[in-house]
């Protein structure tokens, strides 16, 4: 596999520069980013990376179809993916129960139930980055799709009683879900400190798919399930796929059930760019609203442990004279900040490459350039959280089942330097792999390279800002949770 022009590389290395540059401790309480250079020098380096890599591309007029993928060799049976399939979904669904179970009836204490511990971070957090790296499993894994495949099999048919998903629904459902459910209830709420509240949540989110599905059929899961439509846009992103190869024995139809008739299809491992998979256009704006949603909130969520952040909330509740309610306000004002600003560089590209009222069909096609940063993002701000409680669920399971245990310290080879080495080199990279994937867009929409640097000059300009803010919230004060 070809992956690009050896310049991209360097462009890489250079953002691997600036990130060992950051070889200062972060005092994890109330203690400012120490860096051995002066802040304003990595925040310019690292904006110019971004903005060195648009300049480069700019005078390239390569196309998404250049974008080479490669194919081992070797593939995996269709009876061992079968195999693999469903005691994966078994064992993930068995962990569903357990977290329910675990949740209302064990201990009320947030680093000792399986609840608090297995759903916010390896759950929702570990499989978000499973599928950066992979692709989206959350067909196989997702547990009310388990339940409504057996409702099917039962009755032999797909069920959809009240009919088919309307069309004007889109993904909205899905969207609200994501801004309630890990904006707010996650991000602003102290319910994912109770194993009992984290039960409740997660049994009412089962049931409301479930009964969404057989009200609907399937594309309620594909349109309505938050968990899907994030993972499913993560793994967009993933360098890795398993791609169907043609059937050899044995298959599993659409309702899950297995045909001894029919052949099973295997599979075999291909590697692409991270940017190949950016370059298709989501299909509405729902769509648009949700990619914008994943890179803000968890850039809010980053900010929201900061003194910066407690200065600006407890100042707006002094100036209003509200309580609590006061983070989701804030939350909100900057989620429709962010969605403006990108419906607005949207526009303006729109009309710096002469198509005045084209901005939604601008936004479709390139809201899923900016998920590189997303991803990063959720990689950088979340891989510690979730190796750490790997590591605590499965001390909790071996005293659960075997004898009390006390959990190891699966992040004690993991130096403060190398984290924050880590942080900065995930940031940048992934603003330089979203501007590939723009730039590619650009191409193949507008034709010539000149209305392509053209269109893609704003949102080159934004990833250039977002790039020095992200780096700025990891540079602020931490305060403890």
Known sequence: MRWRRP?????LALAFLVATGVAGAHQVADSRFAAPIPLELLFGGAGVTVAATAAWLGVTAETASTARTWRSRSSISGEFAAGLRYGTRAVFFLGFLVTVGHGLLGPQIEAENVATVFVWAVWIKGVGLLSILLGSPWRVLSPWRTLYDGLVRLEGHEIAAVGAYPSWLGHWPAFIGFVVGIGIVENLTVLPRSPAATAVIVAGYAAVMVLGGVAFGEAWFRHADALSVLYRLF??????????????????SRSGSDSASEPRSAYTVALRPPWAGCTRCVGDLALVAFVVATVYTVSFDGFANTSTYQTVLFGLRNALGSGPTTSVLVYAIGLGGFVAAFVGVGALMAFVADESGTWRETALAFAPTVLPIAAAYEVAHNYPFVIENVGRLAAIGWS???????PAEPLAWLSLEAFWGSQVLLIVVGHVVAVVAAHRVALDRYGSLGRARRAHLPLVILMVGYTVLSLWIISRPVVAG
């Open 7 to 11: 310049t991209i590389t360097v462009w």
């Open 400 to 406: 659960i089942a075997v004898a009390p245990v006390e």
């Open 235 to 252: 793994g967009r992103v993933a360098p890795i796929r398993f791609v169907e190869t043609e059937p050899k024995s044995g298959s599993v």
